[in-house]
């Protein structure tokens, strides 16, 4: 199975602040990488897919990069709604894995 | 616009087995591939498996040996059943769309708490 590493685990930033998560593959997965948003006792809603590419309808102040092992998600200016599990998810090939998830609070 | 729910007991005794029903509404269940995914409370995700519409399943090997996906398409739902669960099975179980074999999950449903207990 491919690992998938998300660092931090958690992270508290004040509103207005730029974010970044990062993730890390234990192999080459090309762009084959989605970013999910999971607010608590939701279900989780793409963001992002093909590692760059914004769902429609999400905000641009988010955003996606990367290739191969390393990719990064970004807010660029953090809001209050934005409080959520962040997930990154490979679809190189099975079983599809996910990261551990990174936890965002408002400082 | 494709919506998922998911159905079944909300708690199961030790070495039965889980059900659990996914209905799709707003859409057709021919042409795509639908997942089951979950998630122990307070944890991460995790893929179960997967069917396509035609019937081929695809599953996690950690899984594989207690898990069968089936569809219905007269009825636009499928199923998930895994056998000889243990506590470590609670979870929160979700299903969801992707519209291939390499490709993200969208939609989901809302998810199904099933606890595992005597």
């Known amino acids: 199975d491919i690992q998938m590493t998300q660092s931090p685990s958690s992270l508290s930033a004040s509103v207005g602040d730029r974010v970044t998560i990062t993730c890390q593959a234990s192999?080459?997965?090309?762009?084959?990488l989605n970013w999910y948003q999971q607010k608590p006792g939701k279900a989780p809603k793409l963001l992002i897919y093909d590692a760059s590419n914004l769902e429609t309808g999400v905000p641009s102040r988010f955003s996606g990069s990367g290739s191969g092992t390393d990719f990064t998600f970004t807010i660029s200016s953090l809001q209050p709604e934005d409080i959520a599990t962040y997930y990154c998810?490979?679809?190189?090939?099975?079983?599809?894995?996910f990261g551990q998830g990174t936890n965002l609070e408002i400082k | 616009q494709v919506q998922l729910q998911e159905s079944g007991p909300g708690l199961v005794k030790p070495s039965e087995t889980l059900s659990l029903t996914c209905t799709v509404s707003?859409?057709?269940?021919?042409?795509?591939?639908w997942s089951w995914i979950r998630q122990p409370p307070g944890k991460g995700l995790k893929w179960i498996g997967y069917i396509y519409y035609t019937g081929t399943t695809n599953y996690n090997p950690s899984l594989k040996s207690r898990v069968t996906i089936s569809v219905d398409s007269s009825k636009n739902q499928f199923s998930l059943n895994l056998s000889s669960v243990t506590a470590a099975d609670t979870a929160v179980y979700y299903c969801?769309?992707?519209?291939?074999?390499?490709?993200?999950?969208?939609?989901w449903g809302q998810g199904t708490l099933v606890t595992v207990s005597s």
């Open positions: 192999q080459d997965i090309g762009n084959y």
């Open positions: 707003g859409g057709s269940i021919s042409s795509y591939y």
């Open positions: 998810q490979h679809y190189d090939n099975l079983p599809y894995t």
């Open positions: 969801a769309r992707h519209s291939s074999e390499t490709t993200w999950f969208d939609p």
